[in-house]
């Protein structure tokens, strides 16, 4: 983590010298804005990767001997039967399409997202999946 997090903050001067660069050059804000939040992002990013690298254990990434095979194992858990990330997934397509064609979409797609994100949060707490 530490070398990600050194890639970011580096990445984040870069973007922040490109910004004073392209704003000073193009007087153009829209562009010059999104360069100057890139820049906050990558900070944002680094620091925490900063962050958490002091606080975890060294990876195979931070090791330069290391083989791409030491990283192997297991990631985390991801849910393999849940079908609420795709009504989420209409839900929010639904409320990203009422900025388009009308707000009175929001109506049918706000009680889609809301069930889908209940769904999702409490699958593991109802019926044959409930831990004990």
Known sequence: MKVQGKMFIWLSLFILIMAAVYGAW??????????????GLCVMIGYYLAFTARRVDAGAMDDKEADVADDAGEVGFFSPHSWQPLALGVGGA????????????????????????WGWVFEYYRGENRTQ
């Open 94 to 117: 639904l409320a990203f399409l009422a900025v388009a064609m009308g707000w009175w979409l929001l109506y049918f797609s706000a009680p889609i997202i809301l069930v889908a994100l």
């Open 26 to 39: 193009s007087k153009e804000p829209a562009g010059t804005t999104a360069l100057f939040l890139a820049f």
